[in-house]
């Protein structure tokens, strides 16, 4: 059973920073790819930042130099950390694992979405 929790977002004026977190269970044995999304309305979702088990990074461009992914497997934990932030960057941010292995080891393959956590910057 695989289950995502978020927490972190909130409010904050241009300039500030906030981590979110994200508690993942369910995901030892398998390979994986933990992921940070984030979607605007009327925009599509798009992938802020993710990084895999073995330890692979990747930042959209609109963040990079202000955003930080790291993950604490002791915890089961992915953080995202957010610097300078801009307006925007307010969306609604989401934590997503994709998994993949063999049966045996990773009996819950495929991907999962947590419920989501609000940023809102303001100018």
């Known amino acids: 059973q695989v289950q995502l929790v978020e927490s972190g977002g909130g409010s904050v004026q241009a300039g500030g920073s906030l981590r979110l977190a994200c508690v993942v269970s369910g995901y030892r044995g398998c390979y994986y790819v933990m992921s940070w999304y984030r979607q605007a309305p009327g925009k599509e979702r798009e992938l802020v930042s993710d990084?895999?088990?073995?330890?692979?990074?990747t930042y959209a461009d609109s963040v990079k130099g202000r955003f930080t992914i790291s993950q604490d497997n002791a915890k089961d934990t992915v953080y995202l950390q957010m610097n300078s932030l801009k307006p925007e960057d307010t969306a609604m941010y989401y934590c997503k694992i994709a998994l993949s292995g063999t049966s045996y080891y990773c009996p819950n393959r495929g991907s999962y979405w947590g419920q989501g956590t609000q940023v809102t910057v303001s100018s």
């Open positions: 990084i895999s088990s073995v330890s692979s990074v």
